[in-house]
């Protein structure tokens, strides 16, 4: 059966899952190489102990950075970080302290990842190891403990969506250009499914370019997204591994293995005849350079049309993982040489690492932009999570070159923030208005008469449009295929109950489960059922039954990654919940929880048409009569029509057996 990039990448990492190859749909459990915690290592370290966990599984497979909090030297954050560097010692875990760089740059830098490798990360951003050919996907606190204590994580494969990239960027635009391009174009395509990049213009983009598509894939909304291995990442790779040889960085195993992994053909690539779910095709050479914003990633602009518009700002920045590496640090120093930020406005100024520092400052871009007037920060997270010095505060405008510009983020609910490229923040910083480098240009000579600078490298691509037509391809999903699976005992062979239905796409966690109540310690078992579904429908509660099947719309649980919104539904006595599609934070809540969730389209779509006149009338919640589910056939039943989902294999059966995950280590550790 012909497999996509990131099916063969699971089957290689797989230890428990189906017999036959691995597809869209399937549940597995997967080793990792490595996994990745910052300084929820914390957290995570809790539920390790509460599970009963005494020995790590396997030392080499967790990496500590700390990044997140470190300009707090509060005695409470500095006991923390004592104690995460006491457990990585205690147990021979690779340990980077806070200063050394944020955690996604560590990994890539220091040799963690390799072509045809999964790795995972305690943080939504691991999508990054893409760009070097591996799989980079996120897990939650209590996944990542588990994989300490057994080595192993569970996953649901996801569907992929497969990017054609042809021609090359125009001068002065930049990778942080293509994804912003992307999320603008494309804003739903990819939820919750994997990406891979091919075609002839993968060729044209750096690596530092190809790391920022990657980052930022999960604002665009993908679970991992995957870059084919080249001549220019080969390179790179190479040369990570000599750079770091003489400044002690990953073991000298990691670095052997890094060239090991680059020379001996690990590198992985999709089967021929492979199923992707769409097909997006883009034309490197039509994007210019674009801004993202306000306040969300998918609202997107050329910055040609929105520096008309001469939008002030207070606050620009120059950090994070995304757009803090040496071909950003160039790109911005290159606009600032000779120019000085604008006196009411405050650029801040943080590398990925303190290795990617060293390099800005041998070459000279990192005294540029302190020159400048740019405000020095130490390696790591800081304003992009809102954390620490210079943070937007109520009625300021700020231009950032990290991954997320979401209200209230980096500051102030009643802040703005734009996401641009570096070169375009720079620029921005000195003109006091969101611009790109070419409007300096033109105010300087309209100042000074016949500029004797060089000629803006962004000069070809002012006349292009932010970006070409959609050009996007959809296809249809594989349908379940007919396949019986063994039920394990204690798990159900079927489950039949009262239907009702949701109408609604993105129901998120706070519909599910109110922020009112999710902070609030007196709440039990029986006050989380009653007020389950409060803010989408006060009156649900109230009518809903135990054993009860509610079934909902696209992206169900979408949100906040807060338990309650699944453990409310628990408390209920709700059966399962079917839905068209959900988020995959729910979904791996649920079964982390052992709640069963199944995902059925067309049965979906079917309620629509069945119950158009409740809709018309906008009734938010329709009991429909019984529905039955045959887990050992997968297949649902509603009236005379049968509905056929990917047959729940051991994997997630033992979760629920168990009651959640927890639970199922604790076990499997007592055995």
Not at 368 to 393: F, K, N, Q, R, V
Not at 519 to 525: F, G, H, L, N, S
Not at 584 to 601: I, K, S, W
């Amino acid at each position: 059966m012909p497999q996509t990039v990131v099916e063969k990448i699971a089957q290689a990492h797989m230890t428990e899952g189906p017999r036959r190859p691995v597809r869209a749909g399937d549940f597995v459990s997967l080793r990792p190489r490595h996994v990745l915690t910052h300084d929820n290592t914390a957290a995570v370290m809790k539920k390790f102990q509460a599970i009963g966990a005494k020995k790590i599984f396997d030392s080499r497979q967790p990496v500590f950075a700390l990044d997140h909090d470190i300009q707090n030297r509060g005695e409470e954050n500095l006991k923390k970080y004592r104690a995460i560097e006491g457990f990585a010692r205690e147990h021979g875990i690779d340990f980077y302290p806070a200063g050394a760089g944020i955690g996604h740059q560590l990994m890539c830098e220091r040799g963690y990842v390799r072509p045809g490798w999964l790795v995972v990360a305690s943080d939504s951003h691991a999508n990054m190891y893409g760009a070097l050919g591996a799989i980079g996907t996120p897990v939650v606190r209590t996944d990542a403990a588990a994989i300490w204590a057994t080595g192993e994580f569970w996953w649901q494969i996801p569907p992929t969506v497969k990017v054609v990239l042809e021609g090359e960027l125009a001068a002065g635009v930049s990778g942080k250009d293509v994804i912003i391009a992307l999320c603008g174009l494309y804003p739903d395509e990819v939820l919750n499914a994997a990406v891979e990049f091919s075609g002839p213009g993968v060729g044209s983009l750096s690596m530092d370019g190809r790391l920022t598509i990657a980052n930022m894939s999960t604002e665009w909304g993908a679970l991992a997204a995957w870059f084919p291995a080249d001549e220019v990442m080969t390179a790179w790779l190479r040369g990570q591994s000599k750079d770091r040889a003489e400044g002690g960085g990953a073991t000298s195993d990691e670095r052997e293995g890094a060239l090991a992994a680059t020379e001996g053909g690990c590198a992985t690539h999709p089967d021929k005849d492979a199923q992707y779910v769409a097909r997006i095709t883009l034309d490197l050479g039509e994007l210019a350079p674009g801004v993202a914003g306000p306040d969300a990633v998918q609202v997107t602009a050329a910055v040609a049309e929105i520096e008309e518009k001469r939008v002030a700002i207070q606050k620009a920045y120059l950090l994070s993982c995304t757009n803090s590496r040496r071909e950003d640090l160039e790109a911005a120093a290159e606009v600032m040489r000779g120019r000085r930020v604008a006196e009411w406005v405050k650029l801040y100024l943080g590398a990925a690492s303190a290795w990617v520092q060293q390099e800005a400052e041998k070459s000279g871009a990192w005294q540029a932009l302190l020159d400048a007037g740019a405000i020095p920060l130490p390696p790591g997270c800081g304003p992009c999570i809102g954390l620490g010095t210079g943070l937007l505060e109520a009625g300021e405008v700020g231009i950032s070159a990290t991954n997320r510009n979401f209200k209230g983020r980096m500051g102030s609910r009643e802040a703005q923030c734009y996401l641009g490229s570096p070169a375009v923040v720079a620029a921005s910083a000195v003109a006091g208005y969101i611009c790109g480098p070419e409007r300096l240009e033109e105010l300087e000579g309209a100042a000074k008469g016949p500029s004797t600078r060089a000629p803006s490298p962004s000069g070809r691509s002012r006349s292009l449009g932010m970006t070409p037509e959609r050009n996007v391809q959809v296809f249809s999903s594989r349908a379940a295929e007919a396949e019986e699976v063994a039920i394990l005992p204690g798990f159900p062979k079927r489950v039949s109950g009262r239907l009702v239905f949701l109408p609604k796409d993105n129901l998120n966690t706070d519909g599910i489960y109110a922020g009112a109540y999710t902070y609030r310690e007196d709440m039990t078992p029986e006050t989380m059922a009653a007020v389950v579904f409060d803010n989408y429908d006060p009156e649900l509660a109230k009518r809903l039954l135990p054993g009860d099947i509610v079934v909902a719309g696209h992206n169900f649980g979408c949100g906040s990654s807060r338990e309650q919104a699944v453990t409310a539904l628990k408390a209920k006595g709700i059966s399962l919940v079917i839905a068209a599609s959900f988020s995959q934070t729910y979904l791996r809540n649920a079964f982390n929880n052992g709640f069963l969730c199944l995902e059925q389209a067309e049965l979906v779509l079917r309620l629509h048409s069945l119950f158009r006149r409740n809709l018309e009338r906008n009734e938010r919640s329709i009991a429909g009569g019984a529905l039955g589910v045959d887990f050992a056939r997968g297949v649902i039943t509603y009236g005379c029509d049968e509905y056929r989902f990917p047959p729940l294999g051991t994997v997630p059966q033992s979760l629920v057996i168990a009651g959640g995950i927890e639970m199922l280590v604790a076990r499997r550790l007592m055995k």
